[in-house]
């Protein structure tokens, strides 16, 4: 969460350090993300494409064709994907959430954004003048800006407990009343939001929501990559973040 400090030790300064003909290029690399972490990612990622791509089959079903179901069954295999899906992004969820009490402090960021600090919210603002192109450059962080953390927090955190509580209502419609997933989820969402459809109309707009950070997610980490001071991508794959200068601003 706050900027990282350069460790002189950890920079390679090259022989020519003090000749103005040859700039210095100095870099540094932290590890950050460990392997459950960036495991959980891409776990989520994919149950993510599936839950969405399946969920609008099921929002907007395929034509129905005459003859035999066992025949043209292809939207129960879409259901079944969906409800497959949903059960794995739960499931990696609640592994994520352990993660962020037995990892270290970054497995812990996007649970507990910094809301009370004033400095932290100063860095929300400064990146999101940076995404604005108003700002010269980013600040470096070891992990998440405030910017994402905010972001990753509202969607991926509570976005996602909202798709697994809503989604186990839904599908508690279908297991009956004597399934688990009907007494822990269905029994209480129900009332809670009036009616069957209007679950599905919010479970539907969510998803929505999802896509739509999805989309601005990615575009914000290759930007990241290509235009900050540290790598982002990579970092996701091997855990590891390099920083591209050994200032400590």
């Keep these: 969460m706050s900027t990282t400090d350069i460790d002189p030790n950890t920079i390679a300064v090259p022989d020519h350090v003090d000749d103005p003909a040859h700039p210095v290029h100095v870099e540094q690399a932290v590890y950050v993300y460990e ?6 990612h891409w776990i989520n990622a994919l149950a993510i494409l599936v839950l969405c791509v399946t969920g ?11 003859g035999e179901a066992s025949d043209h069954f292809v939207m129960g295999y879409i259901r079944f994907a969906h409800f497959a899906a949903g059960y794995v992004l739960a499931i990696a969820f609640l ?13 812990r960021e996007i649970f507990l954004p910094r809301v009370w600090s004033g400095e932290w919210w100063m860095g929300v603002v400064h990146e999101l003048r940076w995404y604005l192109f108003l700002a010269k450059e980013p600040k470096k962080y070891e992990g998440h800006n405030p910017l994402a953390v ?8 509570w976005g996602t407990i909202f798709m697994i509580v809503t989604g186990m209502a839904l599908y508690g419609e279908g297991t009956g009343m004597d399934s688990w997933q009907f007494q ?20 539907h707009l969510v998803m929505w929501l999802i896509i739509v950070f999805i989309i601005v997610h990615v575009y914000a980490a290759i930007r990241e990559d290509i235009m900050s001071r540290q790598t982002i991508v990579s970092s996701m794959i091997s855990g590891w973040r390099s920083f591209r ?3 400590n601003d």
């Design 150 to 157: 905010l972001a990753m927090h509202i969607m991926l955190v």
């Design 184 to 203: 822990v989820f269905t029994s209480w969402v129900m009332p809670l939001f009036g009616n069957s459809q209007n679950v599905h109309t919010y479970h």
């Design 56 to 66: 609008y089959f099921i929002g907007s079903p395929l034509p129905s064709i005459g």
């Design 245 to 247: 200068d050994g200032r």
């Design 35 to 40: 392997a459950p972490v960036r495991l959980w």
């Design 95 to 107: 592994g994520r959430i352990y993660w962020a009490f037995v990892g270290n402090h970054h497995a």
